[in-house]
């Protein structure tokens, strides 16, 4: 049986390498460093929505956030995760969870979002090259 530090790093692996060699791989990995200080500045919520408005072009950019996004909302509405259900209805999208469930779940999704994106900022780091000498800007 694994350890939720073996799930969180296993799904995380797994998601960086769906990433890796695409067009927006060097933004993805911009964003994702830049996610856990937003949350801490911000909260899980209002980053959440920061990165789900982002994420409606055609651009690199708007793919970059729209990846990190999807896999965030992925894993915390995943089986077994905090959001996994709204009352007794499966849960399909982080915001949606984040808006209909209590406080309580709001700070034990909040903290389980930022022991996953430990493990994919690790990843990211180790496994996607700078295309350029100077980073994206997350904003």
């Known amino acids: 049986m694994q350890t939720m530090q073996q799930r969180r790093a296993a799904d995380a692996l797994k ?7 695409k ?7 911009a964003y994702v460093q830049a996610m856990p200080a937003m949350i801490h500045m911000n909260g899980l919520g209002q980053t959440a ?17 729209d990846a990190v996004y999807q ?4 894993w915390l ?8 259900t709204s009352g007794n209805v499966p849960c399909q999208d982080l915001l ?3 808006t209909q469930e209590t406080a ?3 700070r034990l999704a909040e903290a389980e979002a930022l022991a996953y994106l430990e493990w994919l900022k690790k990843f ?9 000498n100077e980073p994206a800007s997350p904003v």
């Not at 929505?49 to 956030?65: C, I, P």
């Not at 990211?124 to 350029?132: G, H, N, P, R």
């Open 104 to 106: 309580h779940k709001y």
């Open 71 to 74: 896999i965030l909302s992925d």
């Open 49 to 65: 929505a920061f990165y789900r408005s982002k994420s409606g072009g055609k651009d690199s950019g708007a793919k970059a956030y």
């Open 23 to 29: 067009p927006f791989d060097d933004r993805f990995k």
């Open 96 to 98: 949606e969870g984040i």
């Open 124 to 132: 990211a780091e180790a496994f996607i090259e700078d295309k350029s």
């Open 77 to 84: 509405t995943g089986k077994g995760q905090v959001y996994q």
């Open 15 to 21: 998601r960086v390498e769906e990433v890796k060699g």
